[in-house]
């Protein structure tokens, strides 16, 4: 059936209707925007950190168990019909002089079956390990245990499948986990919620924030970046620190207290053993070591669809979950125009059908759009290479992290308020050891100078305004007027796609762990793809151009029209930002 103007209007209105009586009150859609800039500001009976756990804290010290059995068990999309399952057995050694443990010496082994204790299916997959080295007199070396990558395949949508995983002739395999998986790539088939979270760390405000984010029962979850903060720590271990360059200013280099990686696996274990979670890199996954390597922990650890979205890399991948196309851009590797980094995403993107994906999500580690103080235009370089692409292709939302604080901003390409460009959302505000982040650039007195914020990798390109009230100058005088919304507190947010038009947004603070129906902020995020359209669009532009015609008529949809502004006027309803 033909998708035309009316037609999508009519299911617009019926959708908003539905979406009302459910919630019992009205929540503002992007529609009502562009919004009024607004700032919540920082709780002061709160406490802005917390210290990093402990090693030998419950959930971050290896069970008493054989180093033979599993543990740090993570899943990971692949594709719509597979899932890459991954653990870690034998011990880390940290030591001078450390020899790394034989990956060949155990069997990665996945059985997996639709029925508790019958598993039909056993697949067999690759072992590794890595050393982080530092070959300075008073640091210590780490050699990791070995890390397994089992990909499963033939798996059927929407179905829960139990597993175990191990070396069956030790023998030493996991206790029975189960998970289910997302829905094929379709119009009409979403994930049930998509959990965001980004800068995580190991904290007590982590424990909030994991918590918290697992009560709300996600279907996959998406960190950007900053996962671990191993490289807060000297190799010497001990506790964590907000500043490793203010607490230790006489080390030969920024080292990393791998042992952290462990510990988180084990602290992430009863999510991530259940939920399939997708993970890119932030600034504190670089752990440069002596001999120039970076990224060793991230790379081994973590199995992503690199080969199968043809990025054959980390750093950047791209997959379906239902309906939703999610691209993971690496801020840290090439992403000027000449790298193979764009090369990449221009033929992802061109590749996508919007009449079988609609919504098209972008994640990366640092903002393009942020008005803290803290990375203040810092990833201006990579905005101004990449910014264009992603508009182009109609991205809707664009998440990130980075910057310890949560922001939404309103549709906005080129720093101009534009009601098909993405809607950009900040959510750094996991619970690290660094602190949330308090002061906006455009306080009196806090606008960073532009030699403040460069990134560890690649340029900067600092910008001043050409427009706005804002001309000339390289900071606001006033909350931007892009920014929508913005509050420092730590939380997470959770992202509920309704159909191919509208998906409901809600950023859940720490602080309401213990609240019901309480939500730092709220919108409905939706698409109007006969407004917003671009020839690179696959699927839908088809399905405007088609021949056959709507079988709703303008009186048909008048109707609809007054049965909605009658709805709307007994209930009193007045549209606006609802937080």
């Given at each position: ?88 057995t034998g011990d880390a050694v940290v030591g001078k002089d450390v020899k790394p443990l034989d990956p060949s010496s155990v069997a990665s082994e996945v059985w997996y079956g639709k029925e508790k204790g019958k598993y039909l299916i056993k697949k067999k997959g690759n072992a590794t390990v890595y050393s982080q080295l530092y070959p300075f007199d008073g ?441």
């Amino acid at each position: 059936m033909t998708m035309n103007m009316p037609l999508l209007m009519m299911i617009a209105l019926i959708t908003s209707m539905s979406l009302l009586l459910a919630s019992g009150e009205p929540i503002a859609t992007t529609l009502d925007g562009p919004f009024k800039p607004l700032t919540r500001r920082f709780d002061p009976s709160l406490r802005r950190g917390s210290d990093d756990l402990p090693m030998d804290h419950p959930r971050l010290r290896k069970r008493n168990v054989s180093s033979d059995f599993p543990e740090q068990i993570a899943l990971a999309l692949s594709t719509p019909t597979s899932m890459w399952v991954s653990w870690v057995t034998g011990d880390a050694v940290v030591g001078k002089d450390v020899k790394p443990l034989d990956p060949s010496s155990v069997a990665s082994e996945v059985w997996y079956g639709k029925e508790k204790g019958k598993y039909l299916i056993k697949k067999k997959g690759n072992a590794t390990v890595y050393s982080q080295l530092y070959p300075f007199d008073g640091l210590l070396n780490y050699t990791s245990g070995i890390i397994h990558h089992v990909l499963i395949d033939g798996l059927e949508p929407e179905t829960k499948y139990f597993y175990r995983c191990g070396d069956s002739s030790v023998p030493a395999m996991s206790d029975e986990l189960s998970f289910m998986t997302l829905p094929l790539p379709s119009k009409d088939a979403y994930p049930h919620r998509i959990a965001f979270v980004g800068d995580l760390g190991l904290t007590s405000n982590t424990t909030t924030t994991i918590d918290h984010l697992m009560e709300n029962d996600p279907s996959m979850v998406i960190i950007v970046g900053d996962l671990t903060y191993a490289d807060q720590y000297r190799t010497i271990g001990g506790k964590g620190v907000s500043c490793f360059s203010c607490s230790f200013p006489d080390a030969p280099i920024r080292e990393t207290y791998q042992p952290r990686w462990d510990a988180r696996g084990r602290f992430m274990e009863p999510l991530t053993s259940k939920v399939p979670t997708m993970v890119i890199e932030g600034n504190h996954e670089i752990e440069s070591q002596a001999s120039g390597i970076t990224f060793n922990s991230y790379s081994e650890r973590f199995a992503v669809p690199s080969s199968e979205s043809g990025s054959n890399t980390n750093f950047y991948y791209s997959f379906d979950a239902g309906g939703v196309h999610f691209v993971m851009l690496g801020a840290y590797v090439d992403y000027n125009h000449t790298g193979a980094q764009y090369a990449w995403l221009k033929e992802d993107l061109s590749k996508v059908d919007r009449a079988v994906t609609p919504w098209l999500v972008a994640t990366m580690h640092p903002p393009w759009y942020n008005s803290y103080s803290s990375h203040y235009q810092e990833f201006e370089c990579m905005r101004q290479e990449m910014e264009e692409l992603l508009y182009q292709h109609r991205v809707d939302i664009v998440f990130a992290g980075h910057v310890h604080a949560y922001e939404r901003m309103n549709r906005i390409y080129n720093y101009t308020l534009n009601p098909c460009g993405p809607v950009y959302i900040t959510i750094g505000d996991g619970g690290n050891i660094e602190k949330v982040d308090v002061d906006f650039a455009d306080d009196p007195g806090k606008c960073p100078s532009p030699e403040d914020n460069i990134p560890e990798i690649g340029g900067s390109c600092p910008l001043n305004f050409t427009s706005g009230s804002a001309k000339g100058k390289f900071c606001w005088d006033r909350q931007p007027d892009w920014s929508a919304f913005r509050e420092s507190s730590f939380g997470h947010g959770i992202l509920e796609v309704m159909n191919s038009t509208h998906a409901l947004w809600r950023w859940q603070r720490n602080q309401d762990v213990y609240k019901d129906d309480i939500y730092g902020d709220q919108i409905y995020i939706v698409r109007q793809p006969n407004v917003c359209t671009s020839l690179q669009f696959r699927g839908e532009e088809r399905e405007k151009s088609g021949g056959n015609k709507s079988r709703f008529s303008s009186p048909t949809l008048l109707m609809f029209i007054c049965i909605f502004f009658m709805f709307c006027t007994s209930r009193s309803i007045v549209f606006g930002h609802v937080i």
